[in-house]
């Protein structure tokens, strides 16, 4: 019980400080305080925290760009045609009109080791979505379970705890 009023002395002092008051200014709360439980749904908070949560949409964006790198590789392996025109100065008789192809038959393995790094690397930007998604949701769960712990408190005191203790000390 002390330590309890010690605490609530420490809390007075510093809402207080926060009021730009000296800190031993004494106050009484003009209202009675009243606890209204929520009752939060799981499934539409976690939908709202998947939904608003920026390292979420980070390590989307992410995958988006891996894949993208995927599409690159692959088209190293497409032949390339370049058609060129091309003229000195209008005065000139020089000019001159080439056709270019670039044909990827002997890379060695270059295209194919690119797509296999590419799908790596896409595959690790996924398992990096699938842990902030579980981080996120953790997250959510921690805090629907503080609420519910302290709605049990606050249903411990309203029941009369609170009066029962202090009929101990």
Do not use: M
Request: zero cysteines; aromatic letters at 6%; a negative charge.
């Amino acid at each position: 019980l002390s330590q309890a009023e010690l605490d609530l002395d420490s809390t007075k002092a510093a809402l207080n400080t926060l009021l730009n008051r000296p800190p031993n200014s004494e106050f009484t709360p003009a209202d009675t305080l009243t606890f209204v439980d929520i009752n939060p749904d799981v499934t539409a908070l976690l939908a709202a925290g998947l939904a608003n949560r920026p390292e979420l949409k980070v390590a989307t964006a992410e995958v988006g760009a891996a894949q993208g790198q995927i599409d690159a590789a692959r088209a190293e392996y497409r032949p390339d045609v370049a058609l060129e025109a091309r003229k000195e100065s209008f005065d000139s008789g020089d000019s001159g009109v080439a056709i270019s192809f670039h044909l990827p038959v002997f890379d060695w393995g270059s295209s194919r080791s690119a797509i296999k790094q590419a799908k790596i690397r896409e595959s690790s930007k996924q398992q990096q979505v699938e842990s902030v998604k579980n981080a996120i949701k953790l997250e959510v769960e921690q805090a629907i379970l503080a609420e519910r712990t302290a709605a049990k408190v606050v249903e411990y005191y309203e029941a009369g705890i609170l009066a029962k203790s202090e009929q101990l000390a």
